[in-house]
C-alpha cells in the first residue's frame, strides 16, 4: 500500500522560513516523480515543485529562487525548504508521488504566513 507521509507545516511570519517533509513507503521500486502542491481557499491546487528520482526539478515562478526541493532517494524522502515566505504563500501543502504510472497524494499539512 503506497503512503505518503508529511510533517513540517506550522505558522510562521511573512519572511520566515519553513520545511517540508514527505516520506514515501509502499511500492517504491516505482516510485518515480515527486512533488509539492499547494491549495488556498478558493483556489486551485497548484504545482508548487518536483523532482525527479534523477535529480531534475522544476518550480513554479511564484516561488523560484525561495524555495528549493530535494529529495533522498535512501529514505524514499522528498523536503521543500522554503524561505522569504509571503502571505500569498498560505496554503495546504500536498506532497504528490508517482508509483508505477499512478499518482498517489499526502493527507496535506497546513502553512499559515502571518504577522
Known amino acids: 500500500q503506497e503512503q505518503l507521509v508529511e510533517s513540517g507545516g506550522g505558522l510562521v511570519q511573512p519572511g520566515g522560513s519553513l520545511r517540508l517533509s514527505c516520506a514515501a513507503s509502499?511500492?517504491?521500486?516505482?516510485?518515480?516523480?515527486m512533488g509539492w502542491y499547494r491549495q488556498a481557499p478558493g483556489k486551485q491546487r497548484e504545482l508548487v515543485a518536483a523532482i525527479t528520482r534523477g535529480g531534475s526539478y522544476n518550480y513554479a515562478d511564484s516561488v523560484k529562487g525561495r524555495f528549493t526541493i530535494s529529495r533522498d532517494n535512501a529514505k524514499n524522502t522528498v523536503y521543500l525548504q522554503m524561505n522569504s515566505l509571503k502571505p500569498e504563500d498560505a496554503a495546504v501543502y500536498y506532497c504528490?508521488?508517482?508509483?508505477?504510472?499512478?499518482?498517489?497524494w499526502g493527507q496535506g499539512t497546513q502553512v499559515t504566513v502571518s504577522s
Open positions: 504528490h508521488a508517482n508509483f508505477w504510472g499512478t499518482d498517489y
Open positions: 509502499g511500492s517504491i521500486f516505482g516510485l518515480n516523480a
